[in-house]
């Protein structure tokens, strides 16, 4: 199935901006697209990963005085602010490792180029130690989890500046 | 003793009743949520929200490792499985012993006894309460033939390892049993990954009644008197109410005792619930199963006794005795819960997922209301299609009845089908205001009158 780059996604981004649609629902394969002028966001979802569901949820209603609280939902919105930097995220809950053991050097750190298939950290559910790959190419620009830390499902662990199409031997496996 | 923080492993209405009762007893919360659920009401009620996983309930709700993983990395002293999902899984309290967790809900042993109702039929058998005539494990389908005949058809084929309604056949002729005994054996082995079988006669005008328990880990067990859960379709609950309009003093007496003298016998912990087949012919009880968790219906025998289950259950678990003795508990009243359901009555009542454009809960005296919708809700296609239980407390029961017809008529609800027309065709139906039905009278009578 083809992919959309990010460089489809800017190029379509620029279509809507220029005309006078005020929305766009785009789908292709199991990419989903939606493009809103007025609500200022757009966000490209993984069919298999999120449902459809998801999209039509109304913006959370939590007020600024609850920010006390904390969110299942407020690291994937803090990852909306970093445009242009694509986000790796968590597979799953766990604790974040960045190295494969105590004292050894962290699998990646800030400003190294990555490939898709680079290990970038370990996840451990109860003693169980999940590898966690890039997914995409590019430079680290930020890691958002410290050592140790337990994170959420899809929570932003790294920020990858530059991370372009995937080769035509990647793209095949994907 | 008390608990500080529990985590909740659970979402929709009971999340939220599990969330409301550790707040107003003073214990943080935190909430395990899937990706479908991030924004949901019982995840901004919850001191914190932490995603454990996609939406599909498998790799979610159902995942003992991240639960316990989430548990502990949010450092929770406690987890509440509410109903369903992981509130029977033994692997569930087994983990939590092991990581210095308290499980709000019985020993692992107790529901793995339980669990297998096989063992449960046999354990109950030997303190001389009532089981409902059958068989050992019947290996084939000759076997099953065999033990069919002796008790006479109809008969019932159940899964050893099922309960709540799964993994049951009915069987009416003979000749059709070694059928129905492969497709019954290969659905429970799918089902629950064990593919024993018994068989049980069957009870032609039965109620459901199953009376509320409650243990301490000093020994005391007391119960809560019974409900009434006749009403069902597909062997799952539309419509209960407490206490049981069948029953007399003598008979809840009984009914009471055997359920209480069950769970003594197990040194059963937390709360559980007997469940019996009342045989209205006979006026005769069966044991048919215990269900070791907080039920659904559990608010019904809130409002007649006056008892918070949710509260005591925490209470129990953080090592406290129970709140009560026996002859502190007493009922007034009579109380009706409706299951609101996201399903079609007038569709043979598919699912009916989707958007709530306009929620609108009745309130008022002797009205309940625990749902976890509002304006805007989206109901996920992923989970179960509970979107509220609807209680009302009367005076007697055509008063609650009286109620509820009320307070269903101004429950409005736009946007997605509910059963609330359903319920009201209940509700003015006279052989259901005369107590005149049975456990198969919902499909029997009125889906037909109903024109499915």
């Excluded at chain 1, 400003?111 to 997914?135: H, P, R, S, W, Y």
Aim: hydrophobic share 40%.
């Amino acid at each position: 199935m083809e992919a959309i780059t990010q460089d489809d996604v800017f190029l379509i981004l620029k279509l809507i901006e220029e005309s006078k649609y005020d929305e766009l629902h785009l789908e292709i394969g199991d990419l989903k697209l939606d493009v809103k002028k007025q609500g200022t966001r757009a966000s490209v979802v993984d069919a298999q990963g999120v449902p459809e569901m998801s999209v039509e949820t109304p913006p959370p209603t939590v007020s600024p005085e609850d920010s006390t609280h904390r969110h299942a939902s407020d690291n994937v919105e803090a990852a909306a602010d970093d445009s242009g930097l694509i986000p790796i995220t968590a597979s799953m809950l766990g604790t974040f490792y960045r190295a494969p053991k105590p004292g050894a050097p962290p699998f990646v750190d800030v400003g190294q180029d990555i490939t898709d298939d680079d290990t970038v950290c370990i996840i451990e559910v109860m003693k169980l130690f999940n590898t966690v790959k890039a997914g995409v190419n590019g430079r680290v620009a930020r890691i958002c989890a410290s050592d140790g830390e337990m994170v959420e499902y899809q929570q932003t662990l790294f920020l990858v500046e530059g991370a372009g199409d995937l080769d035509e031997t990647k793209r095949k496996s994907a | 003793m008390g608990l500080s923080r529990v985590f909740v492993a659970n979402r929709g209405e009971i999340a939220l009743r599990i969330i409301r009762a550790c707040h107003e007893l003073g214990i943080e919360t935190v909430l395990g949520v899937s990706d479908a659920d991030r924004e949901s009401r019982p995840a901004r009620e919850a001191d914190r929200a932490l995603c454990i996983g996609p939406p599909q309930a498998m790799d979610s709700y159902l995942k003992v490792e991240t639960i316990i993983a989430a548990a502990l990395g949010s450092n929770a002293d406690a987890i509440h499985p509410g109903y369903g999902f992981l509130a029977e899984q033994p692997e569930l309290v087994d983990a939590c012993a092991e990581h210095d967790l308290s499980f709000i809900g019985p020993k692992a042993d107790h529901i793995r006894t339980m669990g297998d109702k096989l063992l449960a039929r046999e354990m109950v058998g030997t303190l001389g309460i009532p089981v409902i005539p059958g068989s050992e494990m019947v290996a084939t389908g000759n076997e099953a033939k065999e033990a069919a005949q002796k008790l006479g058809l109809p008969v019932l084929l159940k899964a050893a390892a099922g309960g709540g309604g799964k993994g049951i056949k009915t069987v009416n002729c003979a000749d059709d049993l070694t059928d129905v005994f492969d497709e019954a054996a290969g659905e429970a082995r799918a089902a629950f990954g064990d593919d024993r079988i018994f068989i049980e006669r069957y009870i032609p005008n039965a109620r459901h009644i199953e009376v509320q328990i409650m243990g301490d880990r000093q020994g005391t067990v007391v119960h809560f008197f019974e409900r009434d859960c006749s009403l069902q379709r597909r062997y799952q609950k539309m419509l209960e109410e407490a206490p049981s309009p069948v029953m007399t003093e003598g008979l809840r007496e009984e009914i009471c005792d055997a359920a209480v003298r069950i769970a003594r016998h197990i040194d059963y912990e937390n709360a559980g619930t007997v469940e019996f087949v009342f045989d209205q012919r006979e006026r005769r009880f069966y044991f048919l199963e215990m269900n070791t968790r907080i039920q659904v219906e559990h608010p019904i025998t809130e409002m007649i006794t006056g008892v918070d289950l949710v509260k005591e259950q925490i209470s129990v678990a953080a090592g406290n005795p129970l709140a009560m003795a026996q002859g502190d508990i007493t009922m007034s009243g009579h109380a009706v819960e409706c299951r609101i359901n996201a399903e079609s009555p007038r569709r043979a009542f598919h699912p009916s997922p989707g958007r709530i454009d306009r929620w609108e809960a009745p309130a008022g005296e002797g009205i309940r209301v625990d749902s976890h919708c509002y304006t805007g809700y989206v109901v996920s296609p992923y989970y179960d299609s509970l979107l509220a239980k609807l209680v009302t407390r009367g005076t007697d029961r055509l008063d609650a009845i009286t109620k509820m017809r009320h307070a269903l008529e101004h429950f409005i609800i736009s946007g997605i089908d509910t059963t609330i027309p359903f319920h009201q065709y209940i509700l003015h139906n006279r052989e259901y205001l005369e107590g005149d039905i049975n456990t198969r009278w919902i499909e029997d009578t009125l889906l037909r009158e109903y024109g499915q």
